[in-house]
């Protein structure tokens, strides 16, 4: 099982997703440390491959010790080529460090502070944690802003400790939400990893078992719209339930692009598609709280009916006095079971 954060698109801004380093981003990484900008604010730069190896192993040792937990950032859309990094470091009981770089070529897309708001509250919803640190050197004005962002307000100034910290430095702290019950679980951020046959229905359709209840693994809902890779080709389904057991459908035009057949043996990775209750604004995510059944229908639908809605819901930036209004609107049009918001 693989851990993965789902971080949803946000306007112009495409979705993430937060994964554990892997072997075959060393190429990548050493491409990241080759920036001077990096290289300046980072305490360890890496210099060759032998420093990529060595730093993807403590990665992998981070994990197993429950110690460090080090996140590739990556587009939804392609797992392949990391734009950052964000790390949860415990240091000691109920307090953890984060840590976050971008890639100089995803700078000014706003990726880091989605990610550390990411990391941070899967980090609150499954580790006994009282605060988090971020810790920067004055003079790295980006970091700063990042953090704040993150919502990580500026607690402390720090006096240099040379030679590892040669400038004076702030101390940024986030503390977790009053109701714990609003983080995410691991459970609900976590990404399936299984390996089935396909098979072929009788009535023509071609199928994969799905091995697990996906509302145990990530919370009841009337129907799970799903994101992954069937065979390393990218998915998008549901998963449906049938006299023989949950399965996901495999499309004709899917089928017929990716030489995917039945009995073949594939491996699949699923997780919840586009944002997830935990993902959503307090004021919405109360507002669906207080209203169970537009709650469980906003669950049900899929990720381009989400969106339109939080889109339009957002689109108050200039005028915030309307975004109590549109919110009660969704609501009353969620509880009536309308998929999308009548054009007027």
């Not at 971080?7 to 050493?30: E, F, H, K």
Request: charged share 25%.
């Amino acid at each position: 099982m693989t851990i993965a954060l789902a971080v949803p698109a946000t306007g112009s801004a495409t979705a993430l997703r937060l994964r554990p380093w892997r072997a075959d981003d060393l190429p990548a990484l050493l491409a990241a440390h080759r920036d001077p900008l990096l290289r300046r604010w980072l305490v360890t730069s890496l210099a060759d491959e032998t420093d990529a190896r060595r730093w993807l192993e403590a990665q992998a040792d981070g994990w197993a010790s429950a110690t460090r937990f080090s996140f590739a950032v990556v587009a939804d859309d392609d797992d392949s080529a990391p734009l950052g990094h964000v790390v949860v470091k415990v240091a000691t009981a109920g307090v953890a460090e984060v840590g976050y770089w971008t890639a100089a070529a995803a700078r000014g897309q706003g990726i880091a502070a989605r990610a550390l708001d990411a990391v941070s509250r899967w980090a609150f919803g499954t580790q006994d944690l009282t605060r988090l640190d971020l810790l920067h050197a004055t003079g790295n004005r980006a970091s700063c802003r990042v953090a704040e962002k993150s919502g990580y307000p500026l607690r402390d100034l720090l006096p240099a400790a040379p030679p590892a910290f040669p400038d004076t430095g702030h101390r940024h702290v986030r503390t977790p939400p009053a109701d714990r019950a609003s983080a995410p679980t691991i459970a609900a951020m976590e990404a399936r990893r299984f390996t089935a046959t396909v098979s072929l229905e009788e009535r023509g359709r071609v199928v994969v078992p799905v091995p697990f209840d996906p509302d145990q693994a990530w919370g009841a809902k009337a129907r799970h719209h799903v994101t992954g890779t069937v065979a390393d080709v990218r998915y998008r389904g549901v998963v449906d339930t049938s006299d023989t057991g949950r399965r996901i459908v495999l499309p004709t035009a899917w089928l017929r692009d990716n030489h995917v057949a039945p009995d073949d043996r594939v491996e699949v990775v699923l997780s919840p598609e586009g944002p997830q209750r935990a993902d959503l604004a307090e004021d919405f995510a109360a507002a669906l709280d207080a209203a169970p059944a537009a709650g469980a229908f906003f669950d049900s639908l899929a990720q381009f009916y989400r969106r339109a809605y939080l889109r339009w819901i957002d689109g108050t930036t200039r005028r915030p006095e309307l975004r109590a209004a549109r919110i009660a609107e969704v609501v009353d049009l969620l509880t009536a079971g309308v998929k999308q918001r009548p054009k007027p």
